[in-house]
């Protein structure tokens, strides 16, 4: 029996490539998944009520997905926003091929999908959107979350979906805790136990 989680690098389990649709942006698609994934048969109910509750994304400049797994965020990002480049960054390399091979079925050439130090340093976000990976543990997802939010561009908007039985409060707090003095945390919707936060750089 393996130990390995979705945030494995390399998952150990077979990959078992197979089909299955999943609407985006009101569109049902055709896509790939597999195991040692996040969420491989569906879009998780974080991840839909994110979807559900978060303005259009910017139509251009660069727009990034936290921790994207199969891809539901990152292709729904690309699909909003043709003009627009979305990084798409998980640990996992398995998540990742399955970004590449949906973002290609699905005509999207402007999906990168890329190890999180494969993201050029100098690189701003006019748009961050997560379902953050809370089950690697709170340093590990401090440690995320520190890196990537404060690359927001001025004037932009991370999106956060986090359960409420998971730590969305504490998670709320401690950000205002620790961003940048330019930095706000709203929450911003509650949807089915789940809490959006809104992380803005004036």
């Excluded at 390399?93 to 100098?122: F, I, M, T």
Aim: aromatic letters at 6%; a neutral charge; charged letters at 25%.
């Amino acid at each position: 029996m393996t130990s390995e989680h979705y945030f494995s690098a390399s998952p150990e389990s077979e990959l078992n490539l197979r089909k299955f649709r999943a609407n985006l942006v009101g569109q049902n698609y055709e896509l790939t998944t597999a195991s040692g994934i996040f969420s491989p048969e569906r879009i998780d109910v974080g991840t839909q009520v994110l979807l559900a509750n978060t303005p259009a994304p910017p139509p251009g400049g660069n727009l990034l997905d936290i921790g994207c797994g199969w891809g539901p965020i990152a292709l729904s990002l690309a699909i909003q926003s043709p003009r627009a480049t979305v990084w798409a960054i998980d640990v996992n390399e398995r998540a990742l091929d399955l970004v590449r091979r949906n973002a290609s079925a699905l005509g999207l050439v402007n999906v990168n999908a890329c190890r999180p130090e494969d993201v050029p340093d100098d690189l701003r976000f006019m748009t961050i959107w997560s379902n953050p990976p809370i089950r690697v543990g709170k340093n590990e997802l401090h440690d995320l979350l520190k890196r990537w939010l404060p690359r927001l561009d001025s004037a932009a908007d991370a999106w956060l979906v986090v359960q409420r039985n998971l730590g969305s409060d504490s998670l709320h707090r401690w950000l205002d805790g620790v961003l940048p003095e330019d930095m706000t945390v709203l929450r911003a919707a509650t949807n089915k136990g789940y809490r959006i936060l809104r992380v803005r750089r004036r």
